[in-house]
T-cell receptor, first 119, second 113 residues
Framework: AQTVTQSQPEMSVQEAETVTLSCTYDTSESDYYLFWYKQPPSRQMILVIR??????QNATENRFSVNFQKAAKSFSLKISDSQLGDAAMYFCAYRSASYSGAGSYQLTFGKGTKLSVIP | GAGVSQSPSNKVTEKGKDVELRCDPISGHTALYWYRQSLGQGLEFLIY????????KSGLPSDRFSAERTGGSVSTLTIQRTQQEDSAVYLCASSSHRDSGYTFGSGTRLTVV
């Protein structure tokens, strides 16, 4: 079974600064997807960025970018020019790319990192 | 609809009562997922629907939990004889095809007293 580990329960960053959230995962599969989701107090999980494992190029979405190290099974999220609206819980998630039986389409989440942005 | 809609937003129920939680996915999304988010357990997968069928029910924690989906659209998660450990936020998500990120609803916060 796959596992996702977020080792930082809480992080803080000054407004306009850069912060990196860590995520590691364990899998025996070679093809999969990785995601970062943001969950503000409204509870809705918002997709921030996704990465296909077969792509070597790191995904980027505006101020959000990832550092995907497949061999190390590491998938960190970098937030540049942090804004007050970035304050939220951030979850790293894993999903298999191929269907191999019951359970393989589900997302496996880490425990989350609570990010605070200091004005 | 424009997004995934869940109702009710909050539900308080007495221990032993049955509850129904509703999820209305984005129109045209064939895949639908239920997750449970609790303080001690993080986010747990419950069940996955493709159309009206549920090929993956592996996450349902007990036979008190059941779910159905009708018309390839609305889904209902039913919890019978609720227990205090069922208190959590129940999140629904949908996707248009299997390799896309999911769109989540805002969840139902269930409190069993």
């Amino acid at each position: 079974a796959q596992t996702v580990t977020q080792s930082q329960p809480e992080m803080s960053v000054q407004e306009a600064e850069t912060v990196t959230l860590s995520c590691t995962y364990d899998t025996s599969e070679s093809d999969y997807y990785l995601f970062w989701y943001k969950q503000p107090p409204s509870r809705q999980m918002i997709l921030v960025i996704r990465q296909e494992a077969y792509k070597q190029q790191n995904a980027t979405e505006n101020r959000f970018s990832v550092n995907f190290q497949k061999a190390a099974k590491s998938f960190s999220l970098k937030i540049s020019d942090s804004q007050l609206g970035d304050a939220a819980m951030y979850f790293c998630a894993y999903r298999s790319a191929s269907y191999s039986g019951a359970g393989s389409y589900q997302l496996t989440f880490g425990k989350g990192t609570k990010l605070s942005v200091i004005p | 609809g424009a997004g995934v809609s869940q109702s009710p937003s909050n539900k308080v129920t007495e221990k032993g009562k049955d509850v129904e939680l509703r999820c209305d996915p984005i129109s045209g999304h064939t895949a639908l997922y239920w997750y449970r988010q609790s303080l001690g357990q993080g986010l747990e997968f419950l069940i996955y629907f493709q159309g009206n069928s549920a090929p993956d029910k592996s996450g349902l924690p007990s036979d008190r939990f059941s779910a159905e989906r009708t018309g390839g659209s609305v889904s209902t998660l039913t919890i019978q004889r609720t227990q205090q450990e069922d208190s959590a936020v129940y999140l629904c998500a949908s996707s248009s095809h299997r390799d896309s990120g999911y769109t989540f609803g805002s969840g139902t916060r269930l409190t069993v007293v």
